[in-house]
């Protein structure tokens, strides 16, 4: 059974440097493609971060690119998103996800956890 499990969310101030964790129960996680995605009621969700397979390629949202980084450690089967500069528009439920393809497209994902909300206050 594939479980991903978000944590590190909360509220911050605005200008904060929160880091979120995933942690992901899946075999051959090293495999996937890893993503980060967010989403506030009533838009659609967005991608924030992928990372390739082998931590060498990243891609970002250009709304999020230079402030936040995407990480992973395979041996560990986790995944992190380091925020940095957080405005208020950061505000949203943030998703890691699994797949195999390099992608800021949710529908590239196969495997979703539940999702760690993020509120930024000024």
């Known amino acids: 059974q594939v479980q991903l499990v978000e944590s590190g969310g909360g509220s911050v101030q605005a200008g904060g440097s929160p880091t979120l964790s995933c942690v992901a129960s899946?075999?051959?996680?090293?495999?996937?493609?890893v993503g980060w995605f967010r989403q506030t009621p009533g838009k659609e969700r967005e991608g924030v971060a992928s990372m390739y397979r082998s931590r060498v390629g990243a891609v970002y949202a250009d709304s999020v690119k230079g402030r936040f980084t995407v990480s992973r450690d395979n041996a560990k089967n986790m995944l992190y998103l380091q925020m940095s500069s957080l405005k208020a528009e950061d505000t949203a439920m943030y998703y890691c996800?699994?797949?195999?393809?390099?992608?800021?497209?949710?529908?590239?994902?196969?495997?979703w956890g539940q999702g760690t909300p993020v509120t930024v206050s000024s």
């Open positions: 899946i075999h051959s996680y090293r495999d996937y493609c």
């Open positions: 996800a699994v797949g195999h393809t390099l992608s800021l497209v949710a529908e590239y994902y196969n495997f």
